[in-house]
């Protein structure tokens, strides 16, 4: 309390302090010489690891509403830099042709809010789902879409 003025200021410093180590790793990924879905990959891994090492706090955090509150405001301050890395990713996907041509954007936007949804409902549920299958779950979402082979052979393909 000494360096902050209220409560509200300290948890949210408290939670950003938290998750400014996987901002800074997520920095280390985008500026690495991987591909794309090795990126992608790396980008999950750590999103659901940081979370998980990070568990004990963010369900003190999250249990309280109105603290709850303060952290999804400070973490939708955070979103643009979220957006604007999985948007890198996937438009280096597509120059490198791992990906076919879409809206690199809004697919960022979908990931983004895909993964702290699965985040927001372990939290809300109290449930621990086991990182290798949200990445592996979610790699296929992205990758595969969910239309089945069969149905992309049909007339609206």
């Known amino acids: 309390y000494n360096y902050c003025r209220n409560k509200q200021e300290l948890v ?23 591909g794309a879905v090795e990126k992608l990959e790396a ?48 438009e280096q996907g597509i120059a490198e042709g791992s990906f076919r041509e879409f809206n690199a954007v809004s697919a960022a936007e979908m990931a983004v809010g895909a993964v702290q949804f699965c985040i927001e409902r372990q939290l809300e ?10 990445i592996r779950e979610l790699m296929d979402l992205i990758l595969c879409g969910i239309r089945s082979h069969e149905a992309g052979r049909g007339a609206n393909s």
């Open 12 to 34: 949210t410093q408290v939670f950003e302090r938290s998750i400014e180590p996987a901002i800074e790793a997520g920095g280390h990924i985008i500026a690495s010489s991987m």
């Open 43 to 90: 980008m999950l891994r750590l999103w659901f690891s940081h979370f998980s090492k990070h568990r004990g706090l963010f369900d003190f955090l999250f249990r309280d509403p109105h603290v709850r509150e303060l952290c999804f405001t400070s973490q939708r301050s955070k979103n643009t830099l979220a957006i604007d890395r999985f948007r890198s990713i996937f």
């Open 125 to 134: 549920s109290g449930e621990q789902r086991p990182i290798e299958n949200s």
